[in-house]
């Protein structure tokens, strides 16, 4: 095929993997009952007069599946990451004996179960906008280089190609969709 349709295919490719991937790192933000370090990535710290990462000043790790630990690397930031995770607003009440800091995750109601399968079936809605939007951009730009002279066998094996893509990619969604609403669901 003409190098310039492949490079709108790889565009198109290139921006539905974003889609995914936002996708996924996303719906790891979301609380599904089951302690995760990623449940913490939002959390900034004031680290000597900077706003830093949680992840950047202390080891975070999930001995079971009911609790998170943090250690920081300093035992003087214990305080201002304790304070940092309570003004994150997630909903957690951090344990601190002077050395760590132990979250323990709250069993999820019924009804925050479903809201938060609400919010999962969101963001996979605007990752399916997302793949079908790379879609249309690739489509119109081939059209548009059919009008410069690339052959209608070559437009539509390209208008197929990037069908097959997000349909591949849009099945993908859906997998990761089902998957964390039955992680969520999961009592």
Do not use: C
Request: no cysteine; net charge negative; hydrophobic share 40%.
């Amino acid at each position: 095929m003409n190098e310039e349709a492949d490079m709108i295919i790889e565009m198109a490719l290139d921006q539905m993997k974003a889609a995914i991937e936002h996708l996924e790192k996303e719906l790891g933000h979301l609380r599904a009952g089951k302690a995760s370090p990623r449940m913490l990535d939002s959390v900034m710290v004031n680290y000597y007069g900077t706003m830093t990462p949680l992840a950047q000043t202390s080891s975070i790790t999930t001995p079971d599946a009911k609790t998170i630990v943090v250690q920081p690397w300093e035992k003087g930031m214990i305080a201002p990451i304790e304070k940092a995770i309570i003004n994150a607003n997630l909903g957690f009440n951090p344990d601190n004996n002077g050395e760590i800091i132990r979250i323990f995750i709250p069993p999820l109601t019924e009804e925050r179960r479903h809201s938060l399968v609400k919010d999962v079936n969101k963001e996979g809605e605007s990752a399916k906008v997302s793949i079908r939007n790379a879609r249309r951009d690739a489509n119109e730009q081939l059209k548009k280089l059919l009008k410069e002279g690339l052959s209608e066998d070559m437009e539509k094996d390209g208008l197929d190609q990037v069908q097959k893509i997000t349909d591949d990619y849009s099945k993908k969604a859906d997998e990761i969709l089902a998957a964390k609403e039955k992680e969520i669901l999961t009592v």
